[in-house]
């Protein structure tokens, strides 16, 4: 996977060879032939302002094509991003002539700042090859958007996937179970009319997903359409004409988009864990959905539930009831689940839960048949598609697993109790506050304060009994700063780890761009970069910028913090904007410790500057025959 040096490695023939020299994170296993054709070089002549980088995955859907001479609609390749260039409010040619030394027709495009939002979206369009009609959409073509963002994932802010909307769905429910431990915002989005006619939904959707995955944290994949932001694998296809075509009916939205975008981030499904990103890229296809009817035939449920079917989503009556007289049908379902299939029982209503409040529904449980809860189809089937696809997994712990809450995809109970009153009620009332939006306002402003002096004073109880009151720990202060910056940069771990198992994500920039990672460097806490590294952190930033960062370390013999970026993941061979490597900055101020470790990391002792000046020249204008010695030796060594 690229690393921090993302920005001058976007290039087509990095991105089109595995062999790129890129530290790859765990994933179980690696689908082969990747097709790149569309991501651009992102060479950065200097940084205009705040930025985010998104990849766009466009697999093709309405919203990218085009009519026919017969009016019939077909996507057209290779002609995506050049129509995107010419409409100045999804490309702002002005900008990326100042950002781009040559800006081309292969570099990311621009969009134009969006007033209230703190961060620019600069983004690369990587086109599928073909582009496809969702219809045509197989469980390969989910493989290879997993395997295009597990790639690309240290190099972008956020992902946005342009794909068709007659099987999203599908398409959103897997994804959310194939990306383990996401910490980075996944947004599929689409549209009915195509992007480039005059009167169409597909602009808007797709400049709203474009700013979401840059601007906002929400670590789950997500369906953007019309005005909602929604679960993945919550969302449905409701209808085949509105531009509000999508709904989840079992779960309310993540945001609202009107004039502003408001998210409710306490509805967001943190993995509460520290494990780093990983790729699940093996799906079982013996799976099927089985929808009942009134007189279905024994001959119709013995077919969906033969060898080599191993799972089946049973699409019940209301809340989970099947015809229970049926003896021919109750026996071919005992027999498949005696056989080891995994039937899951979901209900065809759109709305609401299986219940086992019949004995036509409870008698399911009875031979063995598994609740799906509220899951939507799409998310039941693809989720057993997921389960049965690890192999390591016996089978009681895939039963286990089909009836848990893997990525908010199913109610199992009650939300937790909140404290009996409500902190900001009672703070509320004494303000003569009462409506919803100034408790929330209250809340997002109180809250905050609250959890990060209860973080300053490494006080974790103080911060569970915030928890209790309602406080949403993945909350932003007026600087945009979570908790876990405030921690990584009190530097107590203990605090940090608990915020981290809490789901605060690791990810989170502030207003300066600085990360929870950044922090723990700053005052050079290895323990804590260990364990950010661990879950996945990782260093953003241009590597001009960090190679300046290492020379500046350097020339001060901050050997302590030059051992902080290399847990962090950095290379220590990075270069400054003059072309300098910390060697030659340790060499000119005569840090003999620091030249000693600059050399044991492999930095190469030959670099020479845009002056044409190598380390050793550096050590000799600093009149330092010690370290030139010390370097002569090296490379006498290691030439
Ligand atoms: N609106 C759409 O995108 C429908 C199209 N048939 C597709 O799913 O690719």
Redesign the pocket.
């Known amino acids: 996977m690229p690393n921090s040096l993302c920005d001058e490695k976007f290039t087509l023939e990095a991105l089109d060879s595995p062999q790129n020299g890129y530290d790859s994170p765990q994933k179980e296993s690696h689908p082969a032939n990747i097709r790149k054709n569309h991501i651009a070089a992102n060479s950065e002549a200097h940084v205009v302002g705040r930025e985010a980088n998104v990849l766009v995955i466009y697999t093709?859907?309405?919203?990218g094509m085009v009519r026919n001479k017969a009016g019939a609609l077909e996507p057209i390749p290779n002609r995506f991003v050049s129509e995107l260039r010419k409409y100045p409010n999804l490309h702002d040619t002005e900008y990326a002539a100042k950002k781009f030394s040559n800006a081309n027709a292969r570099t990311p495009l621009v969009l134009p700042l969006v007033s209230k939002e703190l961060r620019r979206i600069i983004y690369s369009v990587h086109e599928y090859e073909p582009l496809l009609?969702?219809?045509n959409m197989t469980f390969q073509d989910w493989l290879q958007i997993v395997d295009d963002i597990w790639q690309f994932y240290q190099c972008f802010d956020g992902f946005v996937i342009l794909h068709?909307?007659?099987?999203l769905a599908y398409t959103s429910s897997a994804l959310s179970f194939m990306l383990e431990n996401l910490g980075k915002t996944v947004i599929v989005t689409?549209?009915?009319i195509p992007i480039f006619e005059t009167r169409t939904d597909g602009r808007d959707n797709f400049t709203s997903a474009l700013i979401i995955a840059g601007n906002y944290t929400i670590p789950e994949v997500c369906v953007l359409f019309g005005a909602k932001l929604i679960r993945g694998n919550r969302a449905t296809k409701m209808n085949t004409s509105s531009l509000d075509a999508f709904e989840s009916p079992n779960c309310p939205p993540i945001a609202k988009i009107g004039i502003n975008v408001e998210v409710d981030y306490r509805s967001i499904f943190r993995p509460c864990n520290d494990l780093k990103f990983s790729a699940h890229t093996n799906l079982n296809e013996n799976v099927a959905l089985l929808r009942l009817f009134p007189s279905i035939s024994t001959a119709a449920i013995k077919a969906a539930l033969q060898p080599p079917i191993e799972g089946v989503v049973l699409q019940t009556f209301g809340s989970g009831n099947i015809p229970s007289i049926r003896k021919d049908l109750m026996q071919e379902l005992k027999l498949a689940a005696e056989r080891g299939v995994i039937i899951v029982n979901c209900t065809q209503c759109n709305v609401g839960s299986v219940a086992g409040i019949y004995q036509t529904g409870a008698i399911l449980s009875e031979i063995g048949i598994l609740p799906g809860f509220d899951m939507t189809p799409e998310a039941a089937l693809t989720k057993l598609a997921y389960v049965l696809g690890k192999e390591t997994w016996s089978l009681d712990m895939k039963k286990q697993m089909m009836q848990s809450n893997l990525r908010g995809e199913l109610t199992l109970s009650k939300p937790a109790e909140m404290q009996e009153e409500d902190l900001i009620e009672a703070v509320a009332r004494s303000l003569r506050l009462s409506t919803p939006r100034e408790l929330d306002q209250l809340g997002a402003t109180l809250y905050p304060a609250m959890v990060n002096t209860a973080v300053v004073a490494q006080d974790t109880n103080k911060i569970k009994n915030l928890q209790s009151y309602g406080a949403d720990l993945s909350a932003v202060d007026y600087d945009q700063r979570t908790a876990l910056h405030v921690a990584c940069s009190e530097g107590s771990l203990e605090v940090v780890k608990f915020l981290i198992l809490n789901g605060v994500p690791v990810h989170a920039r502030d207003r300066q761009d600085r990360t929870p990672l950044m922090e723990a460097i700053s005052i050079d806490h290895h323990e804590i970069i260990k364990f950010l590294v661990r879950c996945g952190a990782h260093i953003t930033g241009s590597s001009r910028g960090i190679g300046e960062q290492l020379c500046a370390a350097a020339a001060r013999g901050f050997t302590n913090r030059l051992q902080s970026y290399k847990l962090a993941g950095v290379d220590l061979s990075q270069i400054d904007p003059s072309g300098r490597t910390a060697l030659h900055l340790a060499a000119l101020h005569g840090h003999v410790n620091t030249v000693i470790f600059l050399l044991e990391n492999s930095v190469d002792a030959s670099v020479q500057d845009l002056l044409g000046l190598t380390p050793i020249d550096y050590a000799k204008k600093g009149s330092y025959p010690e370290v030139v010695e010390l370097i002569e030796k090296h490379l006498a060594l290691d030439p």
Not at 60 to 63: A, Q
């Open positions: 093709g859907g309405t919203i009609d969702s219809s068709g909307t007659d099987t689409g549209s009915q």
